[in-house]
């Protein structure tokens, strides 16, 4: 039973770099895609975007010049990071496994990391 | 964007009753369309993926149906635990884009 975990500071500074990581157990981070979705507090779901194993990515246009998701696999890990935040980046971030059969569903989910931006 | 809008919003229901909600996209997205679940202060969940496939382990009262812009998620026979949010989610076109949600309440 594949789990994944985020971790990182749930407390940014304007203008100062948001850096989430998550951590794959029970099962290997190779082989297939994995997606980070934020969740501002009250609201809607937001693509993040994607990395393959390999390193190959997909961010969404609206966030691309902010945002950098990497993977280390030696680690089974893969990290998110947003630079320049400010009060709307503040939000619940999901991790999450792109699944394996079907047309990209997320199959599971880490149970979310609130992360608010504040001076 | 591909913009992806559910209806209804909300809705409020009774066990046992048989509730439709609907997912229309901005342009056609073959059957890259799945429908999640969400709990109060929990990740959402796959129910249905590629339009009509129901996920393992989600139990048989949830269907899916549809193809192209329009989509429908369907619960035969309400129980207690299905209260909850209800997100579709295009996988198609980059971004993805999620339904802005709707939410089932207990009459």
């Known amino acids: 039973q594949v789990q994944l975990q985020e971790s990182g500071p749930g407390l940014v500074k304007p203008s100062e770099t948001l850096s989430l990581t998550c951590t794959v157990s029970g099962g290997s981070i190779s082989g297939y895609y994995w997606s980070w979705i934020r969740q501002p507090p009250g609201k809607g779901l937001e693509w993040i975007g994607y990395?393959?194993?390999?390193?190959?990515?997909s961010y969404n246009p609206s966030l691309k010049s902010r945002v950098t998701i990497s993977v280390d696999k030696s680690k089974n890990q893969f990290a998110l990071k947003l630079n320049s935040v400010t009060a709307a980046d503040t939000a619940v971030y999901y991790c999450a496994r792109v699944g394996p059969t079907g047309n990209w569903p997320l199959d599971c989910w880490g149970q979310g990391t609130l992360v608010t931006v504040s001076s | 964007d591909i913009q992806m809008t559910q209806s209804p919003s909300s809705l409020s229901a009774s066990v046992g009753d048989r509730v439709t909600i609907t997912c229309r996209a901005s342009q056609s997205i073959y059957t890259y369309l799945n429908w999640y679940q969400q709990k109060p202060g929990k990740a959402p969940k796959v129910l249905i993926y590629?339009?009509?496939s129901l996920q393992s382990g989600v139990p048989s009262r949830f269907s899916g149906s549809g193809s192209g812009t329009d989509f429908t998620l369907t619960i035969s026979s309400l129980q207690r635990e299905d209260f909850a949010t209800y997100y579709c989610h295009q996988s198609y076109f980059t971004p993805q884009t999620f339904g802005q949600g709707t939410k089932l309440e207990i009459k």
């Open positions: 590629s339009a009509s």
């Open positions: 990395i393959y194993d390999s390193g190959r990515t």
